[in-house]
C-alpha cells in the first residue's frame, strides 16, 4: 500500500537534524554542502550510497531512506497522466 503524498526523503532529514548546520552534516557524511543541501531541498533523491552514509551517522537503516525515497518517486510519478500499459499476454 502506497502512501499519500509522502514527504521527500530531505524534508525528514532536516526535520531530524534540527539545527545543525548543512556544512558540519556534509563534513560528518563526508560529503559536500552542495550534494547535502539539494537532499535537503528536495532537489535531488538518496542514493544507495547516501542511504548507507546516513544510516551509519543516524543510527537507522539503509533501507528506511531508499524506501521513503522509492515511495516518493512512486507518488510522484503516478499523479501524472501516463498512457497505462497492458498485462503481458502468456506466451
Not at 556544512?23 to 547516501?50: D, F, P
Not at 497505462?84 to 506466451?91: K, S, T, W
Amino acid at each position: 500500500m502506497r502512501m499519500h503524498n509522502p514527504a521527500h526523503p530531505g524534508e525528514v532529514l532536516r526535520e531530524h537534524i534540527g539545527e545543525m548546520p548543512v556544512s558540519k552534516l556534509a563534513a560528518h557524511l563526508g560529503v559536500s554542502r552542495v550534494t547535502l543541501s539539494r537532499l535537503l531541498n528536495g532537489n535531488s533523491g538518496v542514493s544507495a550510497e547516501m542511504a548507507l552514509k546516513l544510516s551509519e551517522a543516524l543510527g537507522t537503516s539503509p533501507e528506511l531512506w531508499l524506501n521513503m525515497q522509492t515511495q516518493f518517486d512512486l507518488w510522484q510519478v503516478s499523479r501524472h497522466r501516463r498512457k497505462r500499459i497492458a498485462p503481458l499476454a502468456a506466451a
